[in-house]
């Protein structure tokens, strides 16, 4: 399956957001934000494929680590800046392997929920985000090989979100 790590940071809706609305406005749709991990997977030897393979085989998500869950208010202005600004360092067993942050992911992880949610307004095949909805905004460094025995590590800076660890068995 050629499993890869993709730390993200992952936002849980209060209410649903509109196409059109800029950041604080999504920003007022999102009840909490956390650090997590996507564990993403292929079934083509190398990660060798086409967009039309990915749909075929189901996507790539294989599983979604969510870290520990912080609420929007009181802090709105602080996140709408962080968001944007942080830095997110990846590490595998004590080693810095990679580095990203919020700007990898089209600039702001909100810029990413903004995104998502003009295209499902577009899409007649997809209802809309809903109430009490997760959403898991992008990786915020490139997607890196995982083997039995690893622990990963992100930390970041920036913005308040605690480290989260992953050890694969």
């Excluded at 095949?125 to 997760?134: A, K």
Aim: net charge negative.
């Amino acid at each position: 399956a050629e499993p890869r790590i993709e730390p993200e940071i992952m936002f849980g809706l209060k209410s649903a957001p509109l196409p059109n609305m800029n950041e604080a406005a999504l920003l007022d749709c999102i009840e909490w934000v956390s650090l997590g991990y996507e564990i993403v997977q292929t079934i083509f030897p190398g990660w060798k494929f086409a967009p039309s393979d990915t749909v075929a085989a189901n996507a790539l998500h294989g599983a979604l680590l969510i870290g520990q869950r912080h609420a929007i208010a009181p802090r709105k202005a602080e996140w709408l800046r962080e968001l944007a600004t942080f830095q997110a360092d990846l590490y595998c067993d004590g080693k810095l392997i990679e580095r990203g942050g919020g700007a990898s992911v089209l600039d702001s992880p909100l810029s990413a929920l903004r995104h998502l949610v003009e295209m499902l307004a577009k899409d007649p095949h997809n209802p809309p985000l809903g109430p009490g909805e997760i959403v898991s905004t992008g990786t915020l460094t490139k997607a890196m090989p995982v083997a039995p025995g690893e622990t990963w590590t992100t930390k970041t800076s920036g913005i308040p979100l605690e480290e989260i660890s992953l050890r694969f068995e």
